[in-house]
T-cell receptor
Framework: NAGVTQTPKFQVLKTGQSMTLQCAQD?????MSWYRQDPGMGLRLIHY???????DQGEVPNGYNVSRSTTEDFPLRLLSAAPSQTSVYFC????????????FGNGTRLTVT | GEDVEQSLFLSVREGDSSVINCTYT??????LYWYKQEPGAGLQLLTY?????DMKQDQRLTVLLNKKDKHLSLRIADTQTGDSAIYFC?????????????FGSGTRLSIRP
């Protein structure tokens, strides 16, 4: 099993560009989520999904969109990148809710200039 | 509000015990977690404790929970160089239609020879 796979590993964007961070899991997990990790701030929840077709906002959703058309995939879209979105992004999934252990991808390091 | 706090750095000598401390604010937490992050990787679940327990031991790891003081600690016995990493404390809290995990800022553990 590959677990949680994130692509790309690294990305540089100019302010105003858009892009999609990909996340896929092969564990048939219902719950998927996106976090951003910034120095000294831990991980902050951006969006999450409790199953296909269902998404909801986390603590810091502004500037990001998500969709969950399949159980396996949970892409994160930046519509118009800003320097404040420079961060490391982690996708995580769990069996049914975040009370089950979270499995993390290896992260995407995004720089917005 | 929800907050998880931990110190940013800890340095221990190889072979000694490491104790990483964490405080949290949400008294309704059901699970408390310790995650480990190695360089360039995502977070891996180390261990977790249910809120009605006060101690859990798993090989070299001991978790202590003081629910009255909202204090969680992770003790690593016989610390090895492979234990160098960032350790995140996390709690599960109710949020909107589901639970979510709140992470601390992480404690960077370094090992001295």
């Amino acid at each position: 099993n590959a677990g949680v796979t994130q692509t790309p590993k690294f990305q540089v964007l100019k302010t105003g560009q858009s892009m999609t961070l990909q996340c896929a899991q092969d564990m048939n997990h219902e719950y998927m989520s996106w976090y951003r990790q910034d120095p000294g701030m831990g991980l902050r929840l951006i969006h999450y999904s409790v199953g296909a077709g269902i998404t909801d906002q986390g603590e810091v959703p502004n500037g990001y969109n998500v969709s969950r058309s399949t159980t396996e995939d949970f892409p994160l879209r930046l519509l118009s990148a800003a320097p404040s979105q420079t961060s490391v992004y982690f996708c995580a999934s769990s069996r049914d809710s975040p009370n089950s252990p979270l499995h993390f991808g290896n992260g995407t390091r995004l720089t917005v200039t | 509000g929800e907050d998880v706090e931990q110190s940013l750095f800890l340095s221990v000598r190889e072979g000694d015990s490491s104790v990483i401390n964490c405080t949290y604010t949400d008294s309704s937490s059901t699970y408390l977690y310790w995650y480990k992050q190695e360089p360039g990787a995502g977070l891996q679940l180390l261990t977790y404790i249910f809120s009605n327990m006060d101690m859990k031991q798993d090989q070299r790891l001991t978790v202590l929970l003081n629910k009255k003081d909202k204090h969680l600690s992770l003790r690593i016995a016989d610390t090895q160089t492979g234990d160098s990493a960032i350790y995140f404390c996390a709690e599960s809290v109710r949020y909107s239609s589901a639970s979510k995990i709140i992470f601390g800022s992480g404690t960077r553990l370094s090992i001295r020879p």
